[in-house]
């Protein structure tokens, strides 16, 4: 059995049964477009363990974001297998939750509908919906914006209803697409000791691509460095970073300055495969 843990959360309310192993075996993207076959992905096999935080980073068009939506279910694949606590994924379900950088938020709802939306699809009666989308809007700092419409937020808040609004119905795995890409460094430097803060509350396994390798590092307990296309698993670090400490204190202690370079170094080989580094 896959499950770590059973307990009661104290932010969330919900009794989590702590799940979500990825699986992935073989696994291979041909996109088919009739005039042309384009290999993505090629024999790509990983494991990502229940409650993990892996960063993907790979040179532009090796496949992470085809990768992500593979495992989300909104793409088949040619070959392979992706399996959830075992069972192979068929199509999106409501044990993945996807935070996209462009948030996709539907425009025509507040916070409180967009928030709420998941929870309708999961059947869950209004006055529930209304109490657990509340819980996660206060957790991410949108209290007295439930009434407002996504043209009425900036790039930060509408990234924090797009996570509220995929924690709420409670996926077991996250997967995020460069979710933090389009903000300032304040704001994604913001967002992401939220996002920390919330993984270690929640202990949800998390896959998230990025194209930077200090967010990578920062973030995650393990980082898979891609080939250049076709992307398949060139290199994982395993990331060991005293979490009790300040990020200032992270960000210049020697474990994190010299798996930047290693992860920066590898990175490099497949964008630069000429420069012999
Ligand atoms: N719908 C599609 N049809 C055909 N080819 C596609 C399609 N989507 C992606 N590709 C191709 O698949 C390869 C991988 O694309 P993908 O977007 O997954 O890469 P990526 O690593 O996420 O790129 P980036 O870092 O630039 O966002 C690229 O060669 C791309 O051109």
Redesign the pocket.
């Given at each position: 059995m896959n499950i770590r843990a059973k307990r009661k959360n104290s932010t969330t309310g919900y009794t989590n049964m702590i799940e979500g192993k990825v699986t992935i075996s073989g696994l291979e993207k041909v996109?088919d477009?009739g005039d042309?076959r384009?290999k993505?992905i090629d024999d790509l096999s990983l494991e990502v363990p229940s409650g993990e935080f892996l960063s993907v980073v790979?040179?532009?068009?090796?496949?992470?974001?085809?990768?992500l939506?593979l495992i989300a279910g909104f793409l088949d694949e040619s070959d392979g297998t992706i399996a959830v606590d075992g069972n192979a994924i068929n199509g999106p379900g409501t044990d993945r939750g996807v935070v996209f950088q462009d948030y996709a938020l539907f425009p025509w709802r507040t916070v409180m509908g967009n928030v709420t939306y998941g929870l309708e699809q999961k059947g869950i009666d209004k006055e529930e919906r209304q109490t657990t989308a509340q819980r996660f809007i206060n957790m991410m700092d949108l209290d007295g914006f439930e009434d407002k419409y996504p043209k009425e937020l900036s790039g930060g808040m509408k990234q924090r209803v797009s996570l509220a609004r995929t924690l709420a119905y409670d996926p077991k795995i996250l997967l995020m697409d460069?979710p933090f890409g389009a903000l300032d460094q304040p704001l994604r430097e913001s967002l992401q000791e939220h996002l920390l803060d919330i993984w270690r509350d929640v202990e949800k396994t998390v896959i998230f691509?990025t194209?930077d390798v200090e967010e990578a590092v920062y973030l995650s307990e393990q980082v898979m460095v891609?080939t250049r296309?076709?992307?398949t698993k060139k290199e994982i670090f395993d990331i060991d970073l005293d979490r009790s400490e300040s990020r200032e204190d992270v960000i210049l202690s020697e474990e994190y300055t010299d798996m930047r370079k290693q992860v920066w170094q590898s990175l490099r080989e497949e964008t630069n495969p000429n420069t012999g580094n």
């Open positions: 996109y477009t042309e384009t993505a790979g040179p532009s068009g090796c496949g992470k974001s085809t990768l939506y460069e691509i194209h891609m296309h076709p992307g």
